[in-house]
């Protein structure tokens, strides 16, 4: 290994990367210590086991990645604006288009989403934290670690380039040599140990500490899908676990998993990898329609429609996410009956899907609608997604798709669904969710701004993608000349992809503005919310959530409370609380895991070890630390309480 | 726009009719070959049931946002409603009708695809072997003994059955006016019917990216009447240089070609289906090494772009080494 293969350089568009990370690194430090703010972001946010806090901070890192990956977005889009643009080089577009598909989806819309489940979830079914506070604080340090080893690729060592897929053997040693694939490899294997274990986190807690009451089939729809998202996580977490350890192995220890050389098998890594992916898929689906399901009922004061079926869909949908991973390689040639069966498999969720779209439908018929934000992004979601939805039908006709697949037809059908659930979810969960994490609603006037520029940017940049499609355009091309006949469209796209960068510069703002201006929240329920989550005594729930744990006898408890006139804060007598407490292992042990990440990407496999013992030691040293957490006091809840009391 | 009726009819047709003639052009929607033909019915018949469920769920949407939207005068406002068995039943039922609509001729032409077309099947197919190389396509013509780079000639009205496989990376062929793509593997065979009825040029790439030169990784297809087909192999077999393995080797390197013909094939001594490693093993003979782009060297070695001479040697690569 030598300097010139470590430092990215003569690149002016990195170099300038380069020196922004630089000096906003430099802006930072200076600002935690000129504010004295170290022991603050220590004591408060690093080892914080807060559950509320950690939602928080991950929603702050996918804002970030949100970011990132849409910089990377906008460069495609400038590059293929017009023909024979030579913006970016093979080389570079072909990094971008990794790093963009994967962060969006590892580093964006999961933490994202489960930065929201976070936030939510315990206050939803009545809990005072996550059943396993310490996990919570090492799964979200595992996510940073994961996120920040991958990001660095693209200023040392270089970015990997083959596809967020990474299908063998193009992600080889041989085709693909430098240590940038190396990143993606470890980069999603620290990250994915802090997915898996959010999932059996979130498991126990939505089973064992749901408040009194609170049947299963009395849960919030977000709660439910929450749930079969964890068990989704569960099942499918380990498939790509062990695909990208033997991936690891190969590139670093020169096994044959997948490589084309002593018998292995490169399409085994295709369907390892969709094993998971299309799980994946679902894992960040399900959890939007249970943000929408949650404020379509809100502004609609009304009742979910058809709540059974509603739970009986999301368990056949995920079901069904593990039996349909073979429509993304009809093309692989594995035979008329195996096709015909993955063709049916895959139109079969669209019945589910279906019955989903028409209850939220009639859950607003009948109904007071009021178009808030969160609402407005709910209802565009409707629209949007059936667009994405029946393209996906379109695509799962197995006959039909040897002409869309790897197109310009199937990477806008993927952002039709993915943008239009799971992107106008988080924005919806967002908004929704923001007077509850911090006593202030967005503003809605700039709210509403940021909505309709982002929809029609949205529609703009993806619609004409699938006559691209159609007119032959492959995905992944970096380059096309005049006679292909694809500009106008793709320009087109290309000034829409900019008006979605502009609306995100509007939501910055917008949270800048608020910040500023928003008048204070004091009752707690913002929205005349009809979930417990609205319950808590406070505009931002203190630690322990709940001074005591409303008891659950109707679904939609809080709108149920309010009907009869229940004050759920007026209460008697306190008793103590108890709660975890905070941690500085899992921060430690985060930095062990980069030092041993970073180690294995070059290769210097001393540093591996050194890091390996480094967690090892963590976990030692957690084995025999007894302190099980420390008691509230009546005296502080009442003083707690009492602020809360007179803010109003 | 919305109280002037009579624009927005306009412009619901000035839309409709230019997204209609933009169809038309469209290539995969423009089909000259029967595989074609069959998958564009396919997606001409899903589109059509598409739009009614895109129509249904929009104006449903449009109308209960417009009804019950909060205002003054607010009507039938039930917030109890739990449900309704008789209408779930209902939307259920019809998508499961619509699923089984699509899936027949979906499974049909599936089955059909794996064939030869009808039509024609009583004709012998013409086999090509499409051998995928990073970023090159090599066809040969096993029957008779014909190999060429980054161009593929075919007779017209008849069965063309491609045998794909790879040298290295997972390619894709696709000639979108005459069919859809499938995967060129390297170690497997996949098989590909496809056929022209009309006389021309139409472009085919590969689909599945591959790395560095994906995007130029192009060839045509040129559709000559059966008569100008064969005299095209006669000149071929006599006129054309053979291929030897040495020069071969050349193509094995990744980079770039220019269209070559040689009157021999590369199936006398390596086929990809079954030999993996042929084209690593080629690149030491080459005395070729794959280089992180990011490294000084990576930066300063450029891609071989080859060329065939007039005696029909292959130029454009020595070794590495001269490159640096």
């Known amino acids: 290994m030598k300097w010139d293969e470590f430092i990215i350089t003569g690149d002016p568009l990195i170099l300038g990367a380069q020196i922004s990370i630089l000096i906003s690194a430099i802006g930072a430090v200076f600002v935690l210590t000129y504010f004295k703010k170290w022991k603050w972001l220590w004591d408060e946010w690093i080892t914080s086991v807060d559950h509320k806090k950690l939602g928080i901070m991950y929603i702050l890192i996918a804002i970030l990645m949100f970011f990132r990956g849409g910089i990377d977005a906008l460069m495609m889009r400038t590059q293929l604006a017009a023909p024979n643009m030579t913006f970016l080089d093979s080389l570079h577009y072909n990094e971008i288009f990794t790093t963009h598909g994967t962060i969006m989806i590892i580093f964006m819309a999961m933490p994202f989403l489960i930065g929201l489940m976070n936030v939510v979830i315990p206050l939803q079914i009545g809990a005072r934290d996550v059943a396993f506070p310490f996990l919570n604080n090492l799964s979200f340090w595992t996510f940073v670690i994961g996120m920040g080893l991958f990001n660095i690729s693209f200023i040392i060592g270089g970015s990997p380039s083959a596809g967020w897929t990474s299908y063998m053997p193009l992600a080889s040693n041989e085709l693909n040599p430098g240590p940038g694939q190396n990143y993606y490899l470890l980069g999603l294997q620290i990250s994915g140990i802090g997915t898996l274990a959010t999932g059996i986190n979130m498991m126990v807690t939505i089973f064992k500490m749901r408040a009194k009451g609170m049947k299963l089939m009395m849960m919030p729809m977000f709660t439910w899908t929450t749930l079969i998202t964890s068990m989704i996580i569960v099942l499918a977490f380990p498939v790509l676990t062990i695909a990208l350890a033997e991936m690891t192995f190969d590139r670093l220890f020169g096994t044959h998993f997948f490589n084309l050389t002593n018998g292995g098998m490169p399409m085994l890594w295709a369907n390892l990898f969709w094993i998971w992916g299309h799980p994946e898929v679902y894992i960040v689906a399900l959890p939007a329609f249970g943000i929408f399901s949650e404020i379509i009922?809100?502004?609609?004061?009304?009742?979910?429609?058809?709540?059974?079926?509603?739970?009986?869909?999301?368990?056949?949908?995920?079901?069904?996410?593990?039996?349909?991973?073979?429509?993304?390689?009809?093309?692989?040639?594995?035979?008329?009956?195996?096709?015909?069966?993955?063709?049916?498999?895959?139109?079969?969720?669209?019945?589910?899907?279906?019955?989903?779209?028409?209850?939220?439908?009639?859950?607003?018929?009948?109904?007071?609608?009021?178009?808030?934000?969160?609402?407005?992004?709910?209802?565009?979601?409707?629209?949007?997604?059936?667009?994405?939805?029946?393209?996906?039908?379109?695509?799962?006709?197995?006959?039909?798709?040897?002409?869309?697949?790897?197109?310009?037809?199937?990477?806008?059908?993927?952002?039709?669904?993915?943008?239009?659930?799971?992107?106008?979810?988080?924005?919806?969960?967002?908004?929704?969710?923001?007077?509850?994490?911090?006593?202030?609603?967005?503003?809605?006037?700039?709210?509403?701004?940021?909505?309709?520029?982002?929809?029609?940017?949205?529609?703009?940049?993806?619609?004409?993608?699938?006559?691209?499609?159609?007119?032959?355009?492959?995905?992944?091309?970096?380059?096309?000349?005049?006679?292909?006949?694809?500009?106008?469209?793709?320009?087109?796209?290309?000034?829409?992809?900019?008006?979605?960068?502009?609306?995100?510069?509007?939501?910055?703002?917008?949270?800048?503005?608020?910040?500023?201006?928003?008048?204070?929240?004091?009752?707690?329920?913002?929205?005349?919310?009809?979930?417990?989550?609205?319950?808590?005594?406070?505009?931002?729930?203190?630690?322990?959530?709940?001074?005591?744990?409303?008891?659950?006898?109707?679904?939609?408890?809080?709108?149920?409370?309010?009907?009869?006139?229940?004050?759920?804060?007026?209460?008697?007598?306190?008793?103590?609380?108890?709660?975890?407490?905070?941690?500085?292992?899992?921060?430690?042990?985060?930095?062990?895991?980069?030092?041993?990440?970073?180690?294995?990407?070059?290769?210097?496999?001393?540093?591996?070890?050194?890091?390996?013992?480094?967690?090892?030691?963590?976990?030692?040293?957690?084995s025999f630390d007894y302190n099980d957490g420390y008691y509230v006091s009546v005296e502080e809840i009442e003083e707690t309480e009492k602020r809360a009391r007179e803010a109003k | 726009m919305l109280k002037n009726g009579k624009s927005l009819k306009w412009l619901a047709f000035l839309a409709l009719s230019l997204f209609l003639s933009g169809c038309g052009n469209m290539t995969v929607l423009d089909p000259k070959g029967p595989v074609a033909e069959s998958q564009a019915w396919l997606i001409w018949f899903s589109i059509g049931f598409m739009l009614l469920i895109v129509l249904v769920v929009f104006i449903l949407l449009t109308v209960i946002l417009v009804k019950y939207r909060e205002r003054e005068d607010h009507k039938g406002y039930q917030p109890e409603i739990e449900g309704s068995h008789k209408l779930e039943i209902i939307w259920t039922i019809i998508p499961v009708i619509i699923v089984i609509i699509l899936s027949v001729p979906t499974i049909m032409t599936i089955f059909e695809l794996e064939e030869a077309p009808a039509a024609t099947a009583h004709k012998e197919p013409v086999v090509v072997h499409a051998t995928s190389v990073n970023w090159k396509w090599i066809f040969s013509y096993p029957e008779v003994g014909i190999e060429t780079v980054n161009y593929l000639n075919i007779p017209t009205d008849r069965p063309i059955l491609f045998k794909l496989t790879s040298a290295d990376s997972m390619a894709a062929l696709w000639i979108p006016q005459l069919g859809g793509q499938k995967y060129n593997m390297a170690g497997m065979e996949t098989q590909l019917y496809l056929q022209a009825n009309e006389v021309g040029t139409y472009a085919g790439r590969n689909a599945n990216y591959t790395g560095e030169g994906f995007s130029e990784q192009k060839f045509d297809v040129v559709a000559l009447e059966q008569g100008d087909f064969d005299a095209w192999v006669e000149e071929t077999q006599s006129d054309a240089p053979e291929l030897t393995q040495e020069?071969?080797?050349?193509?094995?390197?990744?980079?770039?070609?220019?269209?070559?013909?040689?009157?021999?094939?590369?199936?006398?001594?390596?086929d990809h289906s079954t030999d993996a490693e042929y084209a690593i093993n080629a690149w030491e003979r080459m005395g070729y090494e794959p280089l992180n782009p990011h490294s000084r060297a990576g930066k300063a070695y450029e891609m071989p772009a080859l060329t065939q001479s007039d005696s029909g040697e292959i130029e454009g690569f020595e070794s590495q080494a001269a490159n640096e």
Request: one cysteine or more; charged letters at 10%.
């Open chain 2, 247 to 270: 020069e071969y080797d050349k193509l094995m390197v990744p980079g770039s070609s220019s269209e070559m013909t040689f009157s021999s094939t590369h199936l006398d001594w390596v």
């Open chain 1, 297 to 622: 009922t809100t502004f609609s004061k009304k009742r979910l429609f058809g709540y059974n079926a509603m739970v009986y869909s999301i368990v056949a949908i995920s079901v069904l996410s593990f039996l349909v991973w073979v429509h993304h390689f009809f093309t692989m040639g594995s035979g008329a009956v195996v096709n015909s069966f993955f063709s049916i498999t895959t139109m079969a969720i669209s019945i589910p899907t279906g019955v989903k779209i028409f209850n939220w439908l009639l859950t607003m018929h009948k109904g007071r609608i009021t178009f808030s934000t969160p609402m407005l992004w709910s209802v565009a979601f409707i629209p949007n997604f059936v667009i994405g939805g029946v393209t996906g039908v379109m695509l799962a006709m197995a006959a039909a798709d040897y002409q869309y697949h790897n197109t310009y037809f199937l990477v806008s059908h993927f952002h039709y669904v993915l943008i239009a659930a799971t992107v106008f979810a988080c924005f919806a969960g967002f908004i929704y969710w923001y007077p509850k994490m911090f006593g202030y609603k967005l503003n809605e006037r700039i709210g509403k701004w940021f909505f309709w520029i982002f929809v029609a940017g949205f529609n703009i940049c993806f619609f004409p993608q699938y006559f691209l499609g159609l007119d032959g355009m492959p995905r992944r091309i970096h380059i096309y000349g005049v006679e292909d006949g694809w500009f106008a469209l793709n320009f087109i796209s290309t000034v829409g992809a900019f008006i979605m960068g502009l609306a995100f510069i509007i939501l910055v703002y917008n949270i800048y503005y608020s910040f500023r201006y928003s008048p204070r929240e004091t009752t707690g329920d913002a929205w005349g919310g009809r979930t417990l989550e609205w319950a808590t005594s406070s505009a931002i729930p203190p630690h322990y959530n709940f001074a005591k744990v409303p008891e659950v006898t109707a679904m939609d408890p809080y709108w149920d409370m309010k009907e009869k006139g229940i004050d759920p804060n007026k209460i008697d007598k306190y008793e103590k609380i108890h709660m975890p407490s905070n941690t500085a292992v899992p921060f430690v042990m985060g930095c062990f895991m980069f030092l041993a990440g970073f180690g294995l990407v070059f290769e210097w496999f001393w540093m591996g070890i050194v890091g390996a013992i480094g967690i090892f030691a963590c976990m030692a040293y957690r």
